[in-house]
């Protein structure tokens, strides 16, 4: 199953265009790839999808989008001036079917994949490059907080959006340069 756009993917989706223009961007968990589409016609100066799914990544490449089967940053090479994740960020519910779960749940608690991506992605960040993140009120944001002040990543949140059961979130993280 590919992860389809929805109100998470639109609300992130909204913002590239303020970021991509003449910036190298990834796209990591590219899924249908709506964002990494919106940072081309954003004027990116290029632009990389990833995903681990690789039905994803027939998709993208049927699109004529640069893309990478990947897990995370397992298989990404170099440095990125954006890099947009929208993961999956809901706690594990044990009546969901695996085939979507892929697509929706961020672990245990729910903030397990994002505390990965964060704990990598400093690596693939230009020094005065951004990360736009989207979280939801239903993803515990305490460990997730903590772990941004310790890589010494400043956050603010861009964006949000209220629907009928969560809030959502997009989050502009930048390297602390002194």
């Given at each position: 199953m590919i992860y389809q756009q929805a109100e998470d993917s639109e609300l992130l989706k909204s913002q590239i265009k303020k970021y991509a223009k003449n910036k190298s961007v990834l796209d990591l968990g590219s899924g249908s790839g709506i964002l990494a589409e919106e940072a081309i016609i954003s004027k990116a100066r290029n632009v990389l999808a990833s995903d681990i799914n690789p039905d994803a990544i027939r998709l993208l490449k049927q699109k004529n989008i640069s893309s990478v089967k990947s897990d995370l940053f397992l298989n990404i090479k170099g440095r990125f001036d954006l890099i947009i994740f929208n993961p999956p960020y809901l706690p594990e519910d044990a009546m969901e079917p695996k085939s979507s779960a892929l697509s929706t749940t961020g672990g245990k608690k729910g903030d397990e994949i994002i505390l990965k991506f964060l704990k990598q992605a400093g690596k693939h960040l230009n020094p005065h490059g951004k990360i736009l993140l989207l979280?939801?009120?239903?993803?515990?944001?305490?460990?997730?907080?903590?772990?941004?002040?310790?890589?010494?990543?400043?956050?603010?949140?861009?964006?949000?959006?209220?629907?009928?059961?969560?809030?959502?979130?997009?989050l502009e993280i930048s390297k602390n340069i002194v």
């Open positions: 979280l939801s009120s239903l993803t515990p944001k305490k460990r997730i907080l903590n772990l941004l002040e310790s890589k010494y990543f400043r956050h603010k949140i861009i964006t949000k959006k209220k629907i009928f059961f969560e809030e959502l979130y997009v």
